[in-house]
């Protein structure tokens, strides 16, 4: 074929791929236009006749939280500074006080104060509403611009107004933010070298042990924990998960796997994600077989409601307390300007080996002890706080509070086992003291 001829024939081909491309490129820009020109409308006003100057990237960047926001509150935005301080995060180089934090209803509230933090010594706990952050309102945050705010360098102060649980007026907190160590397993009690004692019950051989986060180390201290336990006559075994807020997916269902050796640990479905399975293994798990009870409430959420959820399913564990916190859902990040700017969006939900979605139901417990406000207070590990972190005006001793959901784990264990009940006098029905190190440090990941 002459090459004029080849010319023409590719000027024709380009012709007719235009002609055919070309209507539905003008549809999609009218469609666009005619669902987003509103934007453009408000842009223009704004341009026009706002009183001040405003530049067209932070108009950009409010659009964009604003579409997100209506989404859910872990759909995010993140500019270069705040997607450079999230990576910054997620690597584990974060200071801050020490809390994880969601929006409920409208209000930032606390899932819970991360022990051994700044925000636990401070008395924060589960369902504490944080109104404002320095003076400012917390209404019309995002949850990163909650974190961003919360967050800052080690040493310096950061105001809060709380609105407690039962309390008639919000109180203002101050509290210095600092580096963090977290020990995420922890015992009944100290002893008095201060190492933790994880027998519960030592007649019947009840063990305990209480899980404050699932972080990278969480594993291999539970697998510690219990080879303590083991040659002390471990016959079942007590979880509290109780005001844990998660961390890490891998972490959980490692935990589960330990526990497991075959069937589903969780999966996860969207609209537009794959399902994606998570398994256990016959491979590395407990030598031994244990009755266990889970101590769950509204402060457990995320990961401690994926093992809870698998454990029971499986019939490996009862579940003992109140309804979970209800985080169940996925986000993935998605980079933009050439990876300088994010946005985080929720895309599956977590389901467990029944089906059951965990995301705004929770895991039910199979026996429902409810406490009342008074002893949520009473019992939450910040109330064992040494009277020097207190307020001056608190009791510097405390009586013993019974723990209703505790007794009634152990209970269950007893019967189990073929036991008879064991007396309430005992120290097994109080909640397990705390003792508070002289270093006060914030998780990686939240403020």
């Not at 301080?85 to 584990?92: D, L, T, V």
């Not at 189990?416 to 005992?426: D, I, K, R």
């Not at 029905?429 to 270093?439: E, L």
Request: charged share 25%.
């Amino acid at each position: 074929m002459p090459k004029r001829n080849l010319v023409w024939l590719l000027v024709v081909a380009s012709l007719c791929v235009g002609l055919w491309v070309y209507p539905s490129v003008i549809l999609r820009l009218n469609t666009l236009h005619r669902e987003f020109g509103a934007l453009l409308d408000v842009r223009a006003q704004i341009k026009k006749n706002y009183v001040e100057e405003v530049r067209d990237d932070a108009l950009l960047s409010g659009a964009i939280r604003g579409m997100l926001r209506e989404l859910d509150p872990f759909s995010d935005y993140f500019d270069t500074e705040e997607y450079a301080q999230f990576k910054k995060r997620a690597s584990g180089h974060f200071v801050g006080i020490g809390v994880e934090v969601s929006i409920v209803g409208g209000y930032l509230t606390v899932i819970s104060p991360i022990e051994d933090t700044p925000a636990f010594a401070a008395g924060l706990r589960s369902g504490d509403r944080i109104l404002e952050v320095d003076g400012h309102s917390t209404q019309d945050f995002t949850l990163s611009e909650a974190v961003a705010r919360i967050s800052g360098e080690a040493g310096t102060t950061v105001r809060l107004k709380i609105w407690s649980l039962g309390d008639d007026e919000p109180h203002d907190v101050t509290i210095t933010r600092g580096l963090v160590t977290l020990t995420s397993v922890k015992g009944h009690r100290r002893r008095p070298d201060n190492s933790w004692d994880y027998m519960v019950d030592p007649p019947a051989g009840i063990g305990y042990v209480r899980l404050t986060a699932f972080d990278e180390n969480t594993r291999e201290q539970l697998d510690r924990a219990l080879q303590a336990l083991y040659p002390q006559g471990l016959r079942a075994l007590i979880i509290d998960l109780r005001d844990n807020p998660g961390g890490l997916l891998k972490t959980a269902v490692g935990i589960a796997d330990r526990f497991l050796n075959e069937g589903v640990i969780v999966s996860t479905k969207g609209r537009a994600a794959d399902e994606e399975v998570w398994s256990a293994t016959p491979s590395d798990d407990y030598p031994w077989e244990l009755p266990i009870a889970i101590l769950i409430n509204n402060g457990s959420a995320s990961a401690a409601e994926i093992l809870a959820g698998a454990l029971r399913d499986h019939g490996k564990a009862v579940l003992v307390g109140q309804t979970t916190f209800g985080k169940g859902s996925v986000q993935r990040l998605f980079e933009m300007n050439e990876g300088k700017r994010a946005i985080k969006l929720t895309t599956a939900y977590y389901y467990l080996p029944r089906g059951e979605r965990i995301h705004k139901v929770g895991v039910k417990p199979d026996f429902e002890v409810r406490l009342t406000p008074e002893e949520q207070r009473s019992l939450s590990p910040e109330a064992q706080l040494p009277a020097t972190t207190r307020a001056a005006t608190e009791p510097t001793t405390r009586p013993a509070v019974r723990d209703r959901q505790l007794e009634k784990a152990i209970a269950i264990l007893r019967e189990n086992l073929g036991m008879p009940p064991a007396p309430t006098t005992t120290a097994a029905s109080t909640r397990p003291a705390t003792t508070r190190s002289a270093r006060l440090e914030g998780p990686s990941g939240a403020p």
